[in-house]
């Protein structure tokens, strides 16, 4: 998915960063502006020439600056734009990269998603385009070019190329380096134009918060394209956004909520948005009221997934999609599926129909052996609520709340077990046993706090995370009775979902069962076709289909393997359901 040459680039950042130059912001800026102007005088010599910065004469001169550039001279102009965006933010430090949200556009996704807005029916020069974060331009240099190809091709003088792209293509960017960047990237990307004119591009980059500054922008724009920041907004920065925003909150919101609801607005009606992002909002209750907006004002087209291992992004690991909405109140009958596995080739998996309640998650396929779980979503169906369970997060934060955590019981009264997520081992056995570090201590005293969140029943502990290294994204094991009774109870940390009994109802299958029917083959590919993110949430397994609990357990007991036994219950969840059976 990136750019080849990872590796490489990642050495350069390591020699890079040990140049001595002030705080990392200034040195970040003065040495991406520095190898900026190298690039400039070897490959673009004109638009050092018409006023472009020349950079720091000190810097240019360090072999280790000299050696990037030397390395970017021979990528392709878009890569060469990406290398140089990602410097900028791998010579910060992991901390202001992160709240920055310093994350860009491998070029690979930039081109898919415009050749995508294309088949949807965008035409590249009769449209006006935005980005409201637009980084290093990775998309606005690409249609930039795209639009210039076109242009040209019909004859269009350069005067008039430079003049339509200035007046066409928007960009809004927090970062004023970055908006630099933009600048002169758009300059690159239109070099033979400007050259033949002779004066630089003025590109209409705005340097401010787009959530504040573009809303007076609204309705403006036949299409919005954007990589959105997204990393989780806190209270004091939400209080300063517009009221505009305030319908998106349920519980804390994540700042690629509000771009994605600012695209919306900026567009055009019958505009498009196209999207790069993480895929998480496609389910998690707290995007719920994100997907009814654009469930009710705009139409879901269009949804590609990128494979999590491959990556997105430089330094990280999570489920992306590119989405491409219509922004009308006529709904699409149904949205186009593709996946990537190498970040080339699109593989098709089909049309699918979201569910009528535009709150709810969109449950679609993330590869062809997902296809066939689709079918478990249909009615009538059976839930973790049917079983008679019902899933709750680990109550201990370990490092929050004051309970005296211990290696040993000793003889110490008000004294239980502590699981731990890592106790949960990949075969679906709870190991209770002294882990590394902090997971050594594996009990806990409750007698000054915490007393009345020790479970006593058996459960089903279960991760609530996982990592794109794990072959399935549940993984859980049984705490069973013969543990309660032997320590009395046990108390959970934050990272584990524990799914225990329902008071009152008998449940439909032991935890031992259940444990099994979690860890199952299709029970987890189920399970993708709900959840965009690594997290394992509450919300997403009351909401997952779960199999005839009396078809699994009776094939289980014929000697059926767990996945035999499951696809069987999911089979009988076609036929009518007589009522909720219970288990013997």
């Not at 020069?125 to 980005?131: G, H, Q, V």
Request: glycine share 8%; hydrophobic share 40%; with cysteine.
């Amino acid at each position: 998915m990136l750019p080849k040459d990872k590796n490489a680039f990642l050495g350069h950042i390591r020699r890079l960063s040990a140049l001595n130059g002030g705080e990392a912001p200034a040195i970040a800026a003065r040495i991406t502006r520095s190898a900026l102007a190298l690039v400039l005088e070897s490959t673009y010599p004109r638009l050092i020439a018409l006023g472009l910065s020349a950079g720091d004469q000190n810097l240019k001169s360090k072999p280790e600056l000299q050696a990037f550039a030397r390395w970017l001279q021979g990528a392709p102009f878009l890569e060469t734009a990406f290398w140089l965006s990602s410097a900028y933010a791998g010579l910060m430090s992991p901390v202001r990269r992160s709240e920055q949200a310093l994350f860009f556009t491998p070029p690979a996704l930039s081109t898919r998603l415009i050749g995508s807005l294309r088949r949807h029916g965008v035409r590249l020069t009769k449209a006006r385009f935005a980005d409201p974060s637009c980084g290093g331009s990775a998309f606005l240099a690409p249609v930039a070019m795209e639009i210039a190809r076109e242009l040209s091709l019909s004859g269009w003088s350069s005067n008039r190329i430079l003049a339509h792209v200035t007046n066409h293509v928007v960009g809004f960017e927090l970062d004023p380096v970055l908006c630099e960047l933009s600048r002169a990237f758009l300059n690159m990307a239109l070099y033979d134009h400007v050259c033949r004119v002779g004066q630089l591009l003025e590109p209409k980059i705005y340097q401010g918060n787009a959530l504040v500054t573009a809303l007076s922008y609204a309705e403006n724009y036949d299409v919005v394209i954007s990589n959105p920041p997204y990393r989780k907004v806190t209270a004091a920065e939400f209080s300063k956004l517009d009221d505009a925003y305030h319908h998106l909150v349920m519980g804390q919101p994540n700042l690629y909520a509000l771009f994605i609801d600012l695209s919306l607005r900026l567009t055009k009606p019958e505009g498009h948005v196209g999207l790069l992002t993480p895929a998480g909002f496609f389910g998690g209750r707290s995007f719920g009221p994100l997907r009814n907006v654009l469930r009710r004002d705009a139409s879901v087209r269009q949804v590609d997934f990128i494979e999590p291992r491959i990556g997105a992004f430089l330094d990280v690991e999570q489920e992306t999609a590119l989405t491409v909405v219509r922004k009308s109140s006529a709904q699409a009958s149904s949205v186009s599926v593709f996946v990537t596995t190498d970040g080339q080739d699109f593989v098709p998996l089909g049309n699918h129909v979201l569910a009528a309640d535009a709150y709810a998650p969109w449950v679609l396929p993330r590869s062809r052996e997902e296809l066939s779980a689709l079918l478990s979503f249909a009615t009538p169906r059976w839930t973790l609520a049917d079983y008679g369970y019902e899933p709750k997060t680990g109550f201990l934060v370990p490092h929050r709340m004051p309970v005296p955590r211990l290696r040993r019981k000793g003889n110490r009264l008000w004294v239980c077990p502590l699981i731990w997520a890592t106790q949960i081992g990949k075969e679906g056995t709870h190991d209770f046993q002294p882990g590394r570090r902090d997971h050594a201590d594996i009990y806990v005293d409750v007698s000054g706090y915490g007393c009345d969140r020790v479970l006593t029943t058996p459960s089903v502990a279960l991760q609530r995370t996982s990592s794109k290294d794990q072959a399935r994204r549940l993984r859980c094991a049984p705490i069973t009775q013969a543990f309660v009774d032997k320590h009395g109870g046990y108390m959970g940390e934050n990272h584990v979902c524990f799914i225990a009994p329902i008071t009152g109802r008998q449940p439909a299958v032991s935890v031992e069962v259940l444990a099994t029917i979690l860890n199952s083959d299709p029970v987890d590919r189920v399970f993708r076709c709900l959840s965009g993110t690594a997290t394992v949430s509450a919300y997403e397994l009351r909401a997952m289909p779960m199999p005839d609990p009396v078809i699994v357990r009776r094939a289980l007991t014929a000697g059926a393997s767990p996945n035999e036994a499951v696809l069987q219950g999911y089979a009988a969840i076609s036929t009518k359901r007589d009522g909720k059976q219970k288990a013997a």
